[in-house]
């Protein structure tokens, strides 16, 4: 089992910035792929970005493309989540997720989930 920790989430006026971290504990492995997806009230969960803990390639929804940045790092199995200019339509629960999978788009590959950290962006 692997467990995911969330951390970073708050209220933040549009144009600013936040980020987000996700710590792995448990049995971890250097081949995991570390995403980011979000929900917002009333709509299907979305994904956000995604990085291999090995190679560092990285894959990123066109929504956050230029805006949002994924990093990794640490001795523990730590990604980050960098996020800028942010907007109102940003406003969602973000997840973290692990795969034993490539880095890819679908939650369906995902097998281990964080609890949520809420991000909230005012107009």
């Known amino acids: 089992q692997v467990q995911l920790v969330e951390s970073g989430g708050g209220l933040v006026q549009a144009g600013g910035s936040l980020r987000l971290s996700c710590a792995a504990s448990g049995r971890t492995e250097s081949s995991y792929t570390m995403g980011w997806f979000r929900q917002a009230p009333g709509k299907e969960r979305e994904f956000v970005v995604a990085?291999?803990?090995?190679?560092?390639?990285?894959v990123y929804a066109d929504s956050v493309k230029g805006r949002f940045t994924i990093s990794r790092g640490g001795a523990k199995i730590t990604v980050y989540l960098q996020m800028n200019s942010l907007k109102p339509e940003d406003t969602a629960v973000y997840y973290c997720?692990?795969?034993?999978?490539?880095?890819?788009?679908?939650?369906?590959?995902?097998?281990?989930w964080g609890q949520g950290t809420q991000v909230t962006v005012s107009s």
């Open positions: 997720a692990a795969s034993t999978y490539a880095p890819q788009n679908l939650a369906g590959f995902y097998e281990y």
């Open positions: 990085i291999s803990w090995n190679s560092g390639s990285t």
